[in-house]
């Protein structure tokens, strides 16, 4: 059974996709110990080329980092097909990159959320109705999927909020924004990994 795996979009994949997929890694990582990798997969793209191999912007590194979440080994990428195809579930930072991934992927429609509105959707979600979990790669990816279907029910009960752009403004910028992802990933750890 692979792991549980999430697919984070952003204009570029250097600021707000990379912070996206460091923080969900680490906060797992908090919970599961060493089976956080056969757990769950975060990984991230761009909708655009413009960044494609370079490393992370320097101040979402730093962001990071300021979190005690490394920024290594980090390399941009442009989003293709492989990507959605393994992705249970994809987060984009802005309506225009949930427009996007939903009109060229529309298979990928119903898995596919803005990042603060799936993190106030799971955070309203009754987690007696998921599968229970012993914690073994299956039942998590069977609560996930889980997760991920109920969302969809109910995506049109909650606001759709957009992730600023911080690319180029201060450091107060990034630590708001990374905040704003921890805050919208938060329910969604606590609820795959009950």
């Known amino acids: 059974m692979p792991p549980f795996c999430v697919l984070h979009v952003c204009m570029g994949n250097i600021c707000r996709s990379p912070m996206a997929e460091r923080i969900l890694a680490h906060r797992v990582a908090q919970r599961a110990g060493d089976d956080a990798d056969d757990l769950l997969?975060?990984?991230s793209c761009g909708v655009g080329s413009w960044h494609a191999g370079?490393?992370?912007d320097s101040s979402a590194a730093r962001e990071l980092r300021n979190r005690q979440i490394g920024s290594e080994g980090f390399s941009a990428r442009q989003i293709e097909r492989a990507h959605i195809e393994i992705s249970d579930l994809i987060l984009t930072a802005t309506t225009e990159?949930?427009?996007?991934?939903?009109?060229?992927?529309?298979?990928?429609?119903?898995?596919?959320?803005?990042?603060?509105?799936?993190?106030?959707?799971?955070?309203?979600?009754?987690?007696?109705?998921?599968?229970e979990s012993d914690g073994s790669a299956q039942a998590?990816?069977?609560?996930?999927?889980?997760?991920?279907?109920e969302a969809n029910e109910h995506?049109?009960?909650?606001e759709a909020q957009s992730l600023d752009d911080p690319w180029g403004s201060s450091g107060a910028t990034f630590t708001r924004v990374a905040?704003?992802?921890?805050?919208?990933?938060?329910?969604?750890?606590?609820k795959l990994l009950s």
């Open 41 to 43: 997969m975060s990984h």
């Open 54 to 56: 370079q490393r992370m």
């Open 97 to 131: 990159q949930y427009d996007y991934v939903s009109i060229t992927f529309p298979e990928a429609r119903e898995r596919t959320f803005l990042i603060r509105h799936f993190g106030a959707i799971v955070a309203g979600m009754d987690a007696s109705k998921l599968p």
């Open 140 to 149: 998590v990816h069977a609560r996930g999927k889980a997760i991920v279907n």
């Open 155 to 158: 995506r049109d009960e909650f």
């Open 179 to 190: 905040e704003e992802i921890d805050t919208a990933l938060a329910p969604f750890v606590t």
